[in-house]
């Protein structure tokens, strides 16, 4: 396996997936390299903690760092390379000044809305990393349904040579979506953390058996998260498409965003 830190060093492979990743590596991210390797003669892991998706008070600088740890894992998963860029070769004239890559309307909504410039972050490092690895495939998870979503069109909307396959949310014993984010819970904030996958779960039953006022279904689910201390950004039924639905619908998506103490928490479901 090669670990690859400088751009002049990275090459272009043939045949080739790609899975761009922030570290900290758990198995919701061993899951896409384990795809990888069955759909490309060569795997390509990214870990770059992007600080260009991080707004002004987030959590860049706390962000769980563990490179040493991520590479032991990747290593017995057979992977090719490892390219773990520094900042300054992402973004060599600086975030303020670089060029930037931006899906309009659908990034303004859900995650979009309370954090106005993580999409922008994520398509333009995205991008960037296409452009440096030449992947034929690139893998990301649908525990960021959204996120999945807009490099979808991304790719689609600039004719970007390369597939992406959206592989599905892997979940902790009790349903809590695994992330990174989740090593900021304390105990007590860990024990809640599943009431937000329960709370989605219990929608979509209902959805599932007829019901049809979203409106109804949203504020009750809310409710519950706020009883529950969290404190929700948004629960939305959806399209899976992100657009508005019709009770005609029966191709929906349940999104929901929450804090719980200072983290925050995504998770969704496809009915
Ligand atoms: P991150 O390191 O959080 O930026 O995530 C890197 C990739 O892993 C993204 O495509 C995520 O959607 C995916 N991912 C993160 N958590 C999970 C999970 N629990 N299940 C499946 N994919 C995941």
Do not use: W
């Amino acid at each position: 396996m090669q670990i690859i830190t400088s751009i002049p060093e990275l090459c272009k492979l043939d045949n080739t997936a790609l899975v761009p990743t922030m570290g900290n590596l758990h198995e919701g991210h061993l899951s896409l390299v384990e795809k990888a390797k069955s759909v490309a003669e060569k795997v390509v892991v990214s870990i770059f903690v992007n600080p260009l998706q991080f707004g002004p008070t987030e959590d860049f600088a706390t962000y769980p760092r563990t490179f040493e740890q991520d590479c032991e894992h990747l290593e017995q998963l057979g992977v090719d390379v490892i390219f773990a860029p520094l900042i300054t070769a992402i973004y060599p004239n600086g975030m303020e000044a670089s060029t930037y890559v931006q899906v309009p309307q659908l990034g303004e909504i859900l995650c979009g809305a309370s954090r106005p410039i993580f999409f922008k972050g994520v398509t333009t490092v995205v991008n960037i990393l296409f452009n440096l690895v030449q992947p034929d495939k690139a893998l990301f998870g649908e525990k960021d349904y959204q996120q999945l979503f807009l490099i979808k069109r991304m790719v689609k909307d600039l004719f970007m040579p390369v597939e992406i396959i959206g592989m599905p949310i892997v979940r902790e014993a009790d349903g809590l979506a695994m992330s990174s984010r989740n090593n900021y819970l304390t105990v007590e904030q860990r024990a809640t953390a599943p009431i937000l996958f329960q709370t989605i779960d219990n929608v979509r039953d209902r959805l599932k058996t007829g019901e049809r006022d979203f409106a109804k279904l949203e504020q009750q689910a809310i409710a519950k998260l706020i009883e529950a201390d969290f404190e929700p950004d948004y629960f939305k039924v959806y399209r899976t498409d992100l657009t508005i639905p019709t009770s005609n619908d029966s191709d929906l998506v349940i999104l929901a965003a929450a804090n719980l103490g200072t983290t925050r928490l995504i998770d969704n479901c496809q009915v």
